[in-house]
């Protein structure tokens, strides 16, 4: 009789297999957003002042567009936190609240620039 308790076993991490490119371009998008329109706000800053222009209007969509991308990544094809723990509609309402309120302090900030 053989004893089986002395068969080494190896415990391998279970292997992830990598995500499909299109979560990859999602969380690229929703990660470079904050970084991007920042960029865009300052570059726009001697535009129109205190008005609702083409170029603000361009600004609220790429906040749209970035909050969607997030809320798919994380709803739809179960997007992880920076952490790597599964996102939630938390997640996504609190990275909708941080985004619109460091795009409307930037805005107000380059609006109020005299160049």
């Not at 129109?48 to 609220?60: A, M, N, P, R, V």
């Not at 970035?66 to 094809?77: C, E, I, Q, S």
């Not at 609190?94 to 805005?107: F, K, S």
């Amino acid at each position: 009789m053989s004893d089986e308790s002395s068969i080494p076993t190896h415990d391998h991490p279970a292997r992830h297999p990598a995500p499909p490119a299109g979560n990859v371009l999602l969380r690229v998008v929703w990660m470079g957003a904050i970084p991007f329109i920042l960029l865009c706000i300052f570059l726009l800053a001697d535009q129109e002042k205190w008005t609702l222009g083409t170029y603000d209007i361009s600004l609220i969509l790429l906040v749209v567009a970035a909050v969607g991308a997030r809320a798919v990544d994380a709803l739809k094809y179960g997007g992880t936190t920076a952490d790597g723990e599964p996102a939630s509609r938390a997640h996504v309402l609190g990275y909708t609240v941080r985004l619109v309120g460091i795009v409307a302090i930037a805005w107000v900030i380059a609006q109020s620039i005299a160049v």
